[in-house]
């Protein structure tokens, strides 16, 4: 099963996604991590990407690309995947298309996350992780039980992405409404397309999630 979850810049996308992988047994490919991992080793990807992320943009197709063709190819992804942050525009839905028509495989669903945009912009710029353990945390929502420490290593370290600020999550959103939001049309059109509240309670939104999937799997 070969999924995408479309959606706005901290619509839950990757949380859900983590969960899914559990439950459905398919790898979680997000090329948000794929380019902080390689912000992180510095790569020549990695230098380019860093400056364009640090402006609130969008990267280059071919720079995506060529991640996600390499990374589909790959044993773990033989019986599907989740793709969080590709497509982001209509260019790169159509070169994936093309992709995955080339080795005779095809998108079974698209799921949009529907957000208010206000509350996504403080639910963005309040967030912070352990830098030890990963786990994540909310100025707003979700802060450690024992002030300064991760409830689950209980580690002091924490950190903040750098473009996770009011005006940068602003621009990515006004990035997100011109090149992102068209996909949903595009799928719609596909019959591929279902939608799900992005602002419920996270257990409200994996049964919404899943109802959606079990109901292709069992199409299948």
Do not use: W
Request: aromatic share 6%; charged share 30%.
């Amino acid at each position: 099963m070969k999924i995408i979850l479309l959606g706005a810049p901290g619509a839950g996308k990757g949380t859900q996604a983590d969960n899914l992988v559990k439950r459905y047994s398919i790898p979680k490919l997000s090329t948000g991590d794929m380019l902080r991992d390689a912000v992180t080793k510095q790569t020549a990807v990695g230098k380019q990407a860093q400056e364009i992320m640090k402006a609130g943009k969008l990267v280059p197709d071919d720079l995506i690309v060529d991640m996600i063709k390499d990374r589909i190819s790959q044993a773990d992804c033989h019986k599907g995947y989740i793709l969080d942050g590709f497509p982001r525009t209509i260019q790169q839905a159509e070169a994936l298309e093309t992709l995955l028509a080339s080795q005779q495989q095809r998108i079974d669903q698209v799921i949009e996350f529907s957000v208010d945009e206000d509350q996504l912009v403080k639910r963005i710029s309040g967030r912070f992780t352990c830098k030890s353990c990963g786990e994540g945390y909310n100025d707003f929502y979700k802060n450690p039980v024992v002030a300064g420490q991760c409830d689950r290593c209980q580690s002091g370290d924490f950190i903040r992405r750098e473009d996770d600020n009011e005006t940068t999550v602003r621009s990515r959103l006004k990035v997100y409404h011109e090149q992102t939001a068209p996909l949903r049309d595009y799928y719609q059109k596909k019959a591929l397309l279902s939608k799900v509240n992005g602002m419920g309670a996270f257990d409200q939104v994996t049964q919404e999630i899943c109802s959606i999937l079990d109901k292709v799997l069992r199409a299948a």
